[in-house]
């Protein structure tokens, strides 16, 4: 960076993880032979969605910038264009259509083998395409095994549009639903496709064989070096008898793929079945690296700047258990001394994760972690040990319980020097239909935990209450715009006067992760002195509008609203709400956030905005 002023003129353009941030593509000029040539096409479409549809799929016009190799390059490359554009006006049921493609004035169809140019200038090409008129369908006739399955199920009915993609979408479907009926070797045997230019319309013949319902047989494992062999086979939960189903093959690789100690997974299906009637199975597996580290960092105007480190390994004995050892400092220019050390924010912690513990839809996970957190209401130093058992009912939902213990030194509204010993029982529920856990279009996330807890010190008993539930819908063409919002709630029960709660447990509102625009922790119930407490309840909403204005950059706005209370029901009268805007620049490893917030009705000498900056969706 130093030296970069003397390279000015050689620095055209800079990436940076793949994503190029200034400059352009040079044309690559070293290739065989290369050949300049410009690009008409006439679409002689009224329709701009086919319109742009013809001017996407064209590949000479995309690389219009580019040389091609050669003239016989340069035909090849026209003709390649001709069918693409063709199938094109097939998927929008335009059977009538014609595509035509001159080069340098003589049409293609007429060129000798070995065709040459003017190469004066650019070799000038031309493309005509006529749309014709839309065709219907006409008959459709399932053979076969499929006879028994009802067209309009898969959107074929007479009369409706016969886009091509549509025809083969529906002819993929019926094969999967027949596979569904536990028969691996089902196949498409004759798809026929006959378009009448009179009437317009399409007659449509599919005939699928399926062949005999089937059960699994032996499943055999390949490409394991230091992650055993048996651990893949048991947990990928394909056991031999069970009958065939491609969507459990399916959850297997995925299953497989989660555990992050494989950079391929592959669950291969045998051409035919055994002897005993039955379809072998291959797991193919590629081993990644199992040592890995990382940093991050955040910021928000009002919580200060953070950072983070973790290093971890992901096969310690040789079935995928993980051991991940991490760090963070919060608070930095959060209004506080950065020479005074004691006064930032500390976590550290370790943890273990065996996968497949007891029963392969087990997971067993262990934690040892401390923290120093100094806040606007209090200051705790803490140390959590925690062990707990999750287990995957379906692919959807999760249950899980543990024990945890917990030391707490705590100076709060309440006078400092608070310990507090306290022994948790969490038992909890988890359901997730996300299509995407980074940037989610459609589906919910619903979470609900209850923890009795007994502090030994105070000889207190309480129990937590807490559940939280996102919902996603993606809307118009491709999701380009996304609702997403999210209700949460928790309440405290018993333990007496709320000094015996330890504060770590109580709830409080505000900052990046709750309600936006007001300070981490604002929304609390006060004292007449004005110190904050925490609540024996929350509840909180949030509401956003992902709309993406290019492949990359999408915009956010939205609105947060939430309140706290001093009993264990909450009782609204100190309801707030936060609103703003976020941008988001979609990157291969998820999105980056950058959210601006307003309390609507700020606290008196509360916060009057908040900046936000992080990695992926606020939730």
């Known amino acids: 960076m130093a030296l970069g002023p003397l390279f000015v003129g050689q620095a055209e353009a800079f990436e940076i993880f793949g994503i190029k941030l200034f400059g352009g593509d040079e044309p690559d000029r070293d290739i065989i032979d290369p050949l300049d040539y410009t690009i008409t096409l006439e679409t002689g479409a009224s329709d701009r969605k086919l319109e742009k549809s013809l001017e996407n799929t064209s590949l000479l016009l995309a690389g219009e910038d580019k040389p091609v190799s050669g003239d016989l390059g340069l035909v090849i490359k026209a003709r390649d264009d001709r069918d693409r554009l063709i199938a094109t006006l097939y998927e929008n049921s335009l059977y009538g259509g014609v595509v035509r493609v001159t080069i340098d004035g003589r049409d293609i169809d007429a060129l000798p083998p070995n065709p040459t140019f003017d190469r004066s200038r650019p070799v000038p090409v031309t493309i005509s395409v006529t749309p014709g008129e839309p065709f219907t369908l006409g008959r459709v006739t399932l ?4 006879a028994k399955l009802n067209p309009a199920d898969y959107d074929l009915t007479a009369g409706d549009s016969a886009g091509s993609l549509k025809i083969l979408r529906a002819t993929e479907q019926m094969a999967e639903a027949l596979k569904a009926e536990g028969r691996p070797l089902t196949e498409v045997s004759r798809r026929e496709v006959v378009a009448d230019h009179k009437t317009r319309t399409v007659d449509v013949t599919i005939s699928v064989e399926a062949g005999p319902v089937a059960p699994l047989g032996t499943v055999t494992v390949k490409g394991s070096k230091t992650v055993r062999a048996d651990f893949i086979e048991r947990y990928s939960r394909l056991k031999p008898g069970e009958t065939y189903s491609p969507q459990q093959l399916r959850k297997a690789a995925e299953r497989l793929r989660a555990l992050g100690v494989f950079s391929s997974v592959t669950i291969e299906e045998a051409d035919d079945l055994s002897n005993d009637g039955s379809l072998p199975i291959g797991i193919m597996v ?21 950072f983070e480190g973790y290093w971890g390994h992901r096969n ?27 006064a930032l924010d500390y976590n550290a912690g370790i943890t273990f994760v065996k996968p497949g513990a007891f029963f392969p839809s087990a997971t067993l996970e262990a934690s040892v972690k401390g923290s120093s957190v100094t806040t606007d209401f209090y200051d705790a130093a803490t140390i959590t040990g925690k062990v707990g058992l999750a287990y995957e009912i379906n692919d959807k939902d999760t249950v899980n319980a543990g024990v945890s213990l917990a030391y707490d030194s705590i100076d709060d509204a309440f006078g400092d020097g608070n310990t507090y010993l306290t022994l948790g029982i969490p038992v909890g529920y988890v359901s997730d239909t996300r299509d995407n856990k980074l940037n989610p279009t459609e589906g919910y996330y619903g979470t609900a935990t209850v923890t009795p807890s007994y502090d030994f010190f105070g000889q207190t008993a309480f129990t937590s209450l807490e559940g939280s539930m996102s919902a996603y819908l ?35 509102v505000g900052g990046g992760g709750s309600v936006r625009g007001y300070s981490f922790q604002e929304i609390t119930p006060y004292t007449n002195a004005g110190d904050g407490t925490g609540g024996r309840s929350f509840v909180t909403a949030n509401l956003e509008a992902r709309v993406s204005v290019t492949e990359t950059i999408g915009l956010v706005p939205f609105v947060d609203i939430g ?14 709400m936060g609103a703003g805007i976020g941008l988001r620049y979609m990157t291969p490893f998820g999105p980056l956030r950058l959210d601006v917030a307003m309390p609507l009705q700020p606290y008196e000498g509360g916060s009057r905005y908040g900046i936000y900056a992080g990695i992926g969706q606020s939730f």
């Open 316 to 342: 310690l004995f040789g079935g995928a258990e993980s051991l991940r050892i991490e760090g963070s400092v919060r608070g930095l220019g959060e209004n506080r001394d950065v020479t005074d050390l004691s």
């Open 563 to 576: 309140t706290t209370s001093d009993s264990a029901v909450p009782d609204f009268s100190d309801l707030r």
């Open 474 to 508: 993606g809307l118009g063409e491709e999701d380009r715009v996304v609702l997403a919002g999210r209700l949460s709630a928790g309440s405290l029960i018993g333990g007496g006067d709320l000094s015996a709660i330890p504060a770590t447990r109580r709830f409080f």
């Open 143 to 146: 053979d076969g095994d499929a």
């Open 286 to 306: 590629s081993e990644g690296k199992h040592r890995y580290f990382g940093v991050g960092a955040s910021y928000s105007s009002l919580d200060g700047a953070g």
